[in-house]
């Protein structure tokens, strides 16, 4: 028998209905075996998500404000939602038993008390909702992170799964067998047992390490769309769904503007080349984005198109720089001693440039670079540009395929676009062009009905 773990995220646990259509799901396919939920989200009735309640109790508790009103808030959401479905009130309340206490516990390590708080989110719904799953006669258990051996790195809010996790939780796989597992996602536990949670998002991670550990046949992510579009709806109409693409694509497209999955998700099912499917629980007819390690013979050359704005670039003119021995190094070492990180570093005979998200700079910063590169480099000319947009071209078929890049910048000169810069990454599924930010939509669309 396959082991399928399924992740559904926040808007998929938002309200009484969206708990029945998830319950629905996981009754539909009996290999559906471990069941990874979030903190619910935003829904018609909720205009909060409950992690930003439980984030802004965290606030209030920390600037010595009353935190009483979001407490409320998290135990009557959760309320809402399970009561009406017939869940006992004491079970309801015994869930929420320790957040008192969470909220309670000492400050004095704000990071550490943050991710204690807001993982309560994730740890009280799964609770319930395996609660809800017995009720209906459906055999499930909550399982804890800890008990389980989910550890990570004590980075608070941004922890790492250990090499040993993948080890412990691989015996939740007879636990499977019997019956359902319920495990809440976006934290795990230090080897001190304080609680950490991966970035925001993170239960996506928890369900990738989870299908590792256990070999599933498939991680199933759930959410509110169809799937992954070869172009952001937002700027193509009716954009085309992918129907199948790599892990490579994927990450070249989440890399710029596609967020509808944890960027640190892929990489724990890459390791046993485990597909993830994408899937809408709005939606169960559509067998949205397969996301699988080898490209099929017959799959599109080119998968999507992808943008993203904000972004600025240094440019340095020097003549002989190709033979000055270490520039480049001490260039990107001015970046690194100032705590940034560079997005990309096209160059040519004389000149340089380091492009990066300008969202880190502060005022003072770009004079600061600008006179560390003077000092260091003694360049013959620096030049700076904001409000950079980022266009990508995704796929693994350019390697094999011949005049892609011809027909791209066609595209955008027919649009009317000029390219401020092109750089095709060494692994060459991917063609990213530097634009003007207001010229961001034309390009995406002409470069869209170029390929597609």
């Known amino acids: 028998m396959g082991l399928i773990v399924s992740k559904f995220g926040g808007s998929s646990v938002a309200s009484s209905q969206k708990i029945k259509q998830t319950v629905e799901i996981v009754r539909l396919d009996p290999n559906r075996r471990c069941v990874v939920l979030s903190a619910p989200g935003k829904a018609p009735e ?12 965290v606030t209030k508790t920390l600037n010595r404000q009353d935190y009483a009103e979001p407490l409320r808030e998290v135990k009557a959401r959760f309320a809402a939602i399970y009561e009406p479905l017939g869940v006992p009130r004491g ?39 395996a609660e809800y799953l017995n009720i209906l006669g459906v055999k499930a258990k909550y399982v804890c992170p800890k008990e389980a051996g989910l550890l990570v790195t004590p980075i608070f809010g941004d922890a790492q799964p250990l090499p040993e996790a993948s080890v412990n939780l691989a015996k939740l796989k007879g636990l499977c067998a019997e019956g359902i597992v319920v495990f809440p996602g976006f934290f795990g536990y230090t080897a001190d047992g304080d609680v950490a949670t991966f970035s925001r998002g993170g239960s996506d991670l928890t369900g990738a390490i989870l299908a590792e550990a256990m070999d599933a046949t498939e991680y ?19 954009p085309a769904q992918i129907t199948a693409l790599t892990y490579k694509e994927m990450r070249e497209l989440s890399y710029i503007g596609f967020n509808v999955l944890h960027e640190e998700a892929v990489r724990p099912v890459m390791r046993k080349k485990i597909p993830i499917r994408l899937r809408n629980t709005n939606n169960v007819d559509n067998k949205g984005t397969l996301i699988v390690s080898e490209r099929l013979p017959g799959e599109r050359d080119v998968v999507g198109v992808a943008s993203g704005g904000g972004y600025c670039s240094f440019t340095l003119q020097k003549f002989l720089m190709n033979r000055e021995k270490g520039f480049g190094r001490k260039l990107l070492s001015i970046f690194e001693d100032m705590g940034l990180s560079y997005e990309h570093c096209p160059s040519g005979v004389d000149n340089i440039s380091v492009i990066l998200d300008q969202d880190q700079l502060k005022p003072e910063t770009v004079n600061n670079i600008i006179r560390a590169m003077d000092e260091v480099l003694v360049p013959d000319e620096v030049k700076t ?19 892609v890049l011809s027909q791209a910048t066609g595209a955008l000169s027919r649009a009317g676009v000029n390219i401020k810069l092109v750089n095709q990454g060494s692994s060459e599924i991917s063609m990213i062009f530097g634009i003007d930010a207001s010229d961001e939509s034309k390009a995406v669309n002409a470069l869209y009905k170029e390929f597609f």
């Open 91 to 129: 079970v309801i309340d015994g869930a929420l038993g320790d957040l008192e206490g969470r909220v309670k516990s000492p400050t004095n390590h704000p990071g550490k008390y943050r991710d204690l708080v807001v993982a309560a989110g994730e740890d009280i719904n799964c609770k319930i909702f």
């Open 220 to 238: 199933e992510n759930w959410t509110d769309v169809d799937g992954i579009f070869s172009a952001h709806p937002h700027m193509v109409d009716s």
């Open 46 to 57: 909720f205009s909060v998500k409950v992690t930003d309640l439980l984030i802004d109790a």
């Open 385 to 403: 540009e904001f409000g950079i947009a980022l266009v990508s071209v995704v796929g693994e078929g350019l390697v094999q395929k011949v005049g």
